[in-house]
Each structure stands twice: as C-alpha cells, then as structure tokens.
C-alpha cells in the first residue's frame, strides 16, 4: 500500500533525515520519502504488517507531527 500524509514542523534536511530514519526502524515500512517543500510524506508499506496509526506515531516519537 502506499500512503501520502501531511508533515509539519520540518525545517531543513535533516529534519527529513530523522523521519526516513525513524520509518527504517518500523517494520512493515518497505520505502519512504520525505518531499521537504511539499510538507509530504509519501510511505510505501506492507499493510498486513504495520498500520497507518503506527506511521504517524513514528514520525511523532522522531518529534514531527503528521496527518493522512
């Protein structure tokens, strides 16, 4: 499945870097990437083994807020 969510309180690169990375981290998360002047998150994910609701608590543990 791929999703796109909506981020904020991004900065700069490396504010990227610490979302992609935290998503590494989560299993099931098979790609993701970080368009920084959109504000968007596009995540590729295998469904069956991560849910939606544990992207974004991810992507909030790394200190960022997201939407779907």
Known sequence: ???TYKLSG???ASCSLAIEN???QVDGVKQCE???RENL???EY???T???QQILEAVRDAGFD???
């Open 66 to 68: 997201a939407e779907e």
């Open 50 to 52: 991560v849910k939606s």
């Open 34 to 36: 970080v368009k920084e």
């Open 1 to 3: 499945m791929r999703q």
């Open 22 to 24: 935290a998503l590494d």
């Open 46 to 48: 295998d469904e069956n």
């Open 41 to 43: 998150l596009h995540v």
């Open 10 to 12: 991004l900065d700069c």
